[in-house]
C-alpha cells in the first residue's frame, strides 16, 4: 500500500505555528478520527489538514514507569494512558512505587521552562 505524502507547505506551517497551543490537549483529525499528541496541525495518520484541537481528560491509566534522581531523592515518571487514545509522559506524585495499571489523575500542568510537565497523582480505587 502506497503511503500519502505530506503536503510541504502544511508541515511548515506546523513548525512555525506552535507556541500558542495549550499544554493539555492532543489534535483530533476530522477526517480519520485519529488524535495526537502533542497536537499537531497535519494528521501523521492520514495527512489531513483537518485538525482541531482537543482538551484530554484528566483522568488516566499508568502503563509504565520507572524511577529518576537517588536514593535519597527518588522520583518516579511514567507514561499514562489517556480515554482519547493517547499517551502522555509526566511526573507522578507519590513517594511509594506505583503498579501499572492505576488509575491516575492529573493535579498540576508545570512549565519549567523547556516545555510543560505534567504531574499525576495516583487515584484510589473506590472501595480499596
Ligand atoms: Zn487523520
Redesign the pocket.
Known amino acids: 500500500m502506497q503511503q500519502p505524502t505530506p503536503p510541504k507547505a502544511s508541515v511548515a506551517r506546523v513548525d512555525a505555528g506552535a507556541p500558542q497551543r495549550p499544554a493539555y490537549a492532543c489534535s483530533h483529525?476530522q477526517?480519520?478520527?485519529?488524535n495526537n499528541f502533542p497536537p499537531a496541525d497535519v494528521?501523521p495518520?492520514?495527512?489531513?489538514e483537518k485538525?482541531e484541537l482537543q482538551d484530554l481528560s484528566s483522568q488516566g491509566v499508568l502503563y509504565s514507569y520507572t524511577t529518576i534522581g537517588s536514593a535519597d531523592a527518588l522520583q518516579y515518571v511514567g507514561y499514562v494512558d489517556l480515554p482519547e487514545n493517547v499517551r502522555v509522559f509526566g511526573l507522578l506524585n507519590t513517594k511509594q512505587a506505583p503498579v501499572c495499571g492505576v488509575p491516575v489523575t492529573l493535579s498540576a500542568v508545570r512549565a519549567p521552562g523547556s516545555g510543560p510537565c505534567f504531574v499525576f497523582d495516583l487515584t484510589a480505587r473506590q472501595g480499596a
Open positions: 483529525c477526517a480519520c478520527g485519529f494528521c495518520k492520514c495527512w489531513s485538525a
